[in-house]
């Protein structure tokens, strides 16, 4: 590991002396490594199979195969689209069989062509239950995968699926050959494997070189990859640095030590575009796909459940004492005063949400309007729901009478709010909500992790409320939030439904919207329009803020070519990416 390390420091050393003309005529593997930050955490797992936070989210996009991806220039699933295995596909009459004809010149990184045994595996791998995974939701509608030959991959769904091929996508492709040796059919035994974090072999455009925890994760070009500009992998690297916070991050970016930021903060957005007006760096923005948010645990937190056992029957989960009552969770949102917490922790720029699904997807339900600051409101419904101001002292917490549905008579209106350190408008914005709770009678405590710390709460269920981001949704298929607000996405350990939110009804309508027939995009709005208001109305999660996303990059890196509001659309072609340091 420490040979290829030290290579690529060499090389950068010698790339140091070329002039910047050489930019014109760089060869395979002839720039400069793109070094990208990361701030917060290590990465976990480059399994694509179980990969669950976004670090370790960054580095699999490069090392793995996409069997379908989003076309960037279109917004959708194309055939002969580059960037992916499959060449085309064909649909049953009924809506419910795909049979998709796979290109040949996909291979491993150890010279494996890729085939239909690599998707199978991975199916059978995710319907096994055996998996720690996110992504075993996405398999739920699937009724069977069949691989008849090297270059088929059959599909069959429940029923006529208006989201299919984006549950396809879902299902990543791994070396079959590897796992098969490694596991057989023992899939459980993939969740603690050494693969997860020295994958061996991998497919994308960089291979995976190395992992040093607390440092960087380490790859090299995979020059075998077919889907490039030019023909080649231009970067000799992809670095991913683990830094402590994002002050840390702009100061190495000043500093020449990093290629580029795509989430700058919100402290030094007036500072970087000074630079970039001045020709310095480079800038470009675009809305960002996701959200910050607070996740209210409604179940019990000291007995996290499964949403359904085996059967699929609903299991027991308890309910919070203080979040389990939807009055309280409104109470929550009238406290906070959104536009003094743009101004203080988000320089500004922060947007207020009003549904998960966002405004530049179709099924987005403008008619919708965040909640309103009303503190007045706020101090009436927790009145309502059993909370009230027993000493008629605003600067100590409310307490729950016998009238409090799940707390018991005496218990403080007192919670913990965890999240992650290292991102300035995160523990700024918790620093201000806290103070702005103060004033209707909430104790909030705030609990700040190391990032992968923070994450094993999430997924653990163990939790009073938690904040951190979601993003990467496609603007195109709704349906896929349905693992944040359904019994699918509630699993402990692996799940993205970790408050164990249910209501029968949002369940229903994402199931309505799934699989109506003739998948007619104002139908099926129609629906998704009563999902968000339901979501909108008992507030699962509070949706902080969403923004216009600034990316800065250093000035003598070319070939960036930003697609706006499309996944993937700032590095869709990175392996063009051409960078020597002047």
Not at 174 to 180: I, Q, W, Y
Request: aromatic share 10%.
């Amino acid at each position: 590991m420490k040979r290829v390390v030290g290579l690529l420091a060499l090389l950068l050393v010698a790339l140091l002396a070329l002039p910047a003309s050489a930019q014109e005529t760089l060869g395979a593997g002839e720039g400069a490594p793109i070094v990208w930050p990361n701030f917060g955490g290590d990465p976990t797992n480059f399994n694509p199979l179980l990969i669950s936070d976004g670090p370790s989210g960054d580095i699999a996009r490069f090392i793995w195969p996409n069997f379908l991806k989003i076309n960037v220039e279109t917004g959708g699933y194309d055939a002969g689209a580059p960037d992916q295995i499959v060449d085309s596909w064909t649909i049953s009459d009924d809506g419910t069989v795909y049979t998709f004809t796979l290109r040949d010149d996909y291979t491993w990184t150890d010279g494996t062509p890729i085939t239909s045994a690599d998707f199978l595996y991975a199916y059978d791998a995710l319907a096994s239950g055996a998996l720690d995974s996110p992504l075993i939701g996405s398999v739920s509608s699937v009724a069977s995968v069949e691989a008849p030959d090297a270059q088929t991959v059959v599909v069959t769904f429940t029923a006529a699926d208006c989201s299919a091929l984006s549950t396809i996508d879902d299902i990543p492709p791994v070396p079959a050959h590897v796992f098969n040796e490694l596991f057989g059919t023992d899939y459980a035994a993939i969740n603690e494997s050494e693969f997860n974090t020295n994958p061996t072999v991998t497919a994308g455009e960089f291979e995976f070189s190395n992992f040093r925890t607390g440092e960087q994760v380490t790859l090299t070009p995979n020059q075998e990859f077919p889907d490039t500009e030019f023909g080649y992998v231009i970067p000799q690297g992809y670095i991913q640095r683990q830094l402590a916070d994002q002050t840390l991050v702009v100061e190495e970016f000043l500093a020449g030590n990093l290629t580029i930021i795509d989430s700058v903060p919100e402290d030094r957005e007036a500072e970087l575009k000074d630079l970039a007006a001045a020709g310095e760096v480079n800038l470009i923005e675009g809305p960002a796909s996701g959200w910050q948010f607070i996740s209210f645990n409604v179940a019990d937190p000291l007995n996290p459940q499964n949403a359904e056992d085996e059967s699929g029957a609903p299991i027991d989960q308890g309910n919070h004492p203080i979040f389990g009552d939807v009055r309280v969770r409104q109470a929550f949102a009238l406290s906070i005063d959104h536009a003094a917490l743009n101004e203080g922790a988000f320089n500004g720029s922060g947007i207020p949400v009003a549904s998960p699904i966002l405004e530049a997807s179709w099924a987005h339900n403008d008619t919708l309007s965040p909640w309103a600051y009303d503190p007045e409101a706020a101090m009436a419904l927790l009145d309502e729901a059993g909370f009230v101001d027993d000493d008629n002292d605003p600067t100590t917490p409310r307490v729950a009478t016998e009238d409090a549905l799940y707390a018991e008579p005496g218990t403080t209106l007192s919670f913990a709010l965890t999240s992650f350190s290292g991102n300035t408008s995160v523990e700024s914005s918790a620093v201000l909500m806290q103070d702005q709770l103060a004033a209707t009678g909430f104790d909030m405590t705030l609990d700040i992790l190391e990032f992968q710390t923070m994450l094993e709460k999430f997924d653990g269920q163990n939790f009073d409320a938690i904040m951190l981001f979601f993003g990467g949704f496609d603007n195109g298929n709704p349906n896929e939030q349905r693992d944040l607000f359904t019994p699918l996405g509630d699993v402990v350990g692996a799940g993205f439904n970790p408050g164990s939110y249910s209501n029968p009804r949002v369940t229903e309508l994402f199931e309505q919207a799934r699989v109506l027939p003739g998948c007619d995009q104002a139908e099926r709005k129609v629906l998704y329009d009563e999902i968000q208001q339901i979501l909108h109305d008992e507030l699962p999660m509070y949706w902080v803020n969403t923004s216009i996303v600034p990316t800065v990059y250093r000035g003598d890196l070319e070939n960036v070519n930003y697609i706006p509001g499309v996944t993937g659309g700032l590095t869709h072609n990175i392996t063009a990416w051409a960078y020597l340091p002047s």
